[in-house]
């Protein structure tokens, strides 16, 4: 449809102001304005705690360069990724499953329910000394028997099973439960309909179940990758590991490189907003697919 | 020739609150192959309760149901009341759903799906979703879906009590096009007097709590009915007396 300009139907142009997004030109002026005012507080002469801006930019600028040797910031980044990773699709491959049964079955449900309740509030970081304890130094090189590894920088390395464990703590409840809602939520008709057409168990399982509480398992795997992140950053802050985007954040501190600091501080957070808005745009489709239904 | 459908003293009661409700029965009936059944009544007398047990949802508490030939999966055509098409299929996989179920290849489910939504007037409605489409397309795609595997039983459970009155008497229409071109024999509910008298070539009757069949008439008015006619005013009045 071409319509000359200016005589766009009212009706769309409300349309796209409503679906202009996380992104926008407004959005902008409060960054730039703290940008700013941190540009001219630190050139102002007044004794301020924050380096200038622009040598926070030239740690963020030179991303490969090692950093007291602790490693640059890209391999630190890689580092956290990597456990985040690991951890979440722990979470995925052993929540998605206990999910499944306890929306699926009374029986299964009745029997973890009460566990999941009472594990779910618990912070993983409350368990990281504990987890230390138990898997002690244990890291993959050790678990794959790459021992041969064990002096050379390898991310092997740096990732403890410890971590892991705690990752995996605090991504596989919301994975657990959202699909447990998901598969909860299914319209009984929907199973009729499955079960006059002949369908099997499998059938029924690959072809109704899976995609009708895909929604709700890609939104509990978003909340898990939200989650991860948050605590992978508080648990390298902790003792057990020295590396990782948290450890330089920490150590950073601690040799008063406040630069360096806050570098951490904005790739942490860039890194988390990438994380929800990827799987935000993927769960979007079917989410509002399902939406429209109801 | 022996029935398709039969029906003895079947009986069912359902337990809600401590109390038990008798919903059904008993109820013996005997539905002869190729013939169109409407079975009539008001909200709650079990004509769904009914339904389901033919279909194999529902199980009832003492008597017996007898299909023949054999249960045999996808030898029963179901169409629900609204609602029941995946959200996540476009309306060609809905289609083909009961084929891909039964293990029929993606390929020949497809091309008898296709063939079905064609047959029900939704060419080139293939691959839009059903929040894409009205509700009388819905119950299309629907129909298209309880017809599909060529069934020798179909079921509709208040189709068109959902839609408008005037899509509601097209979709009439093409119902009873389509099914004169199958071999199928069809049990129709509804609560709609006019509707039942339009389509079902026998008339069942039932009544409320526990739901029996009051009335059992075969209708004599043969080809297209014409709702103006005044034989067709006639049966209305009587049913509705």
């Known amino acids: ?294 | 020739m022996g029935a398709a459908i039969q029906l003895l003293e079947v009986e069912r009661r359902f337990r809600e609150n401590g109390g038990e409700l008798h919903a059904l029965g008993p109820v013996t009936l005997s539905v002869a192959p190729g013939e169109f059944l409407c079975l009539l009544g008001p909200t709650g007398c079990g004509k769904t309760t009914l339904l389901r047990i033919l279909a194999g949802l529902d199980a009832p508490d003492s008597g017996r149901v007898i299909i023949s030939p054999g249960p045999a999966r996808g030898k029963i055509g179901y169409v629900f009341q609204e609602g029941a098409l995946f959200p996540w299929l476009t309306a060609l996989d809905n289609v083909a759903f009961p084929l891909r179920a039964m293990g029929k290849s993606k390929h020949e489910a497809r091309t008898r799906a296709e063939h079905s939504l064609y047959e029900v007037g939704l060419q080139g409605f293939e691959a839009s979703h059903p929040h894409q489409l009205s509700g009388g397309m819905r119950q299309r795609v629907a129909l298209a879906r309880g017809m599909v595997a060529d069934p020798d039983v179909l079921l509709l459970d208040e189709p068109f009590s959902s839609l408008d009155a005037e899509t509601s008497r097209k979709l009439q229409k093409m119902l009873r096009q389509l099914v004169s071109g199958l071999s199928a024999t069809v049990v129709f509910v509804t609560h709609n007097t006019e509707e039942a008298v339009y389509l079902g070539h026998r008339i069942c009757v039932m009544g409320n709590r526990p739901g029996t069949i009051i009335r059992d008439e075969t209708l004599e008015v043969e080809g297209e009915r014409d709702r103006l006619s005044s034989a067709f005013t006639e049966l209305l009045r009587s049913f509705k007396g």
Not at chain 1, 201 to 221: C, E, N, R, V
């Open chain 1, 1 to 294: 449809m071409s319509n000359p300009k200016g005589f766009e139907p009212v009706q769309r142009r409300r349309e796209r102001k409503r679906d202009s997004g996380v992104f926008s030109l407004e959005g902008l002026v409060l960054p730039a304005g703290l940008l700013l005012f941190w540009f001219l507080s630190t050139r102002s002469g007044a004794a301020t705690v924050l380096p200038p801006p622009e040598k926070v930019f030239s740690v963020l600028l030179a991303p490969g360069a090692d950093i007291a040797s602790s490693g640059s910031l890209l391999w630190n980044i890689y580092v956290s990724l990597v456990r985040v990773l690991l951890g979440l699709l722990a979470g995925i491959a052993i929540g998605t499953p206990i999910g499944f049964l306890m929306g699926s079955s009374v029986f299964s449900r009745r029997a973890l329910y009460l566990v999941t309740e009472l594990a779910r509030p618990l912070s993983p970081l409350a368990l990281l000394p504990l987890s230390i304890i138990i898997f002690r130094d244990t890291t993959l090189t050790k678990v794959l028997g790459l021992t041969y590894l064990r002096y050379s920088r390898h991310i092997f390395n740096e990732v403890q099973l410890g971590m892991i464990f705690v990752l995996f703590w605090g991504a596989v409840f919301p994975v657990i439960l959202d699909t447990m809602h998901g598969v909860r939520g299914i319209r009984n008709t929907h199973y009729e309909v499955a079960r006059v057409s002949g369908a099997g168990k499998w059938f029924t399982f690959t072809h109704l179940m899976i995609p009708a509480s895909l929604p709700d398992m890609l939104a509990g795997y978003r909340m898990a990758m939200g989650r991860t992140w948050m605590v992978i950053i508080a648990a390298e802050m902790l003792p057990g590991t020295n590396s990782g985007i948290g450890y330089l954040l920490r150590y950073s501190y601690t040799i008063t490189r406040y630069d360096v600091m806050l570098a951490c501080i904005l790739i942490i957070a860039m890194v988390g907003a990438v994380f929800s808005k990827g799987l935000a745009d993927m769960g979007e489709a079917r989410l509002t697919l399902r939406a429209r239904e109801r």
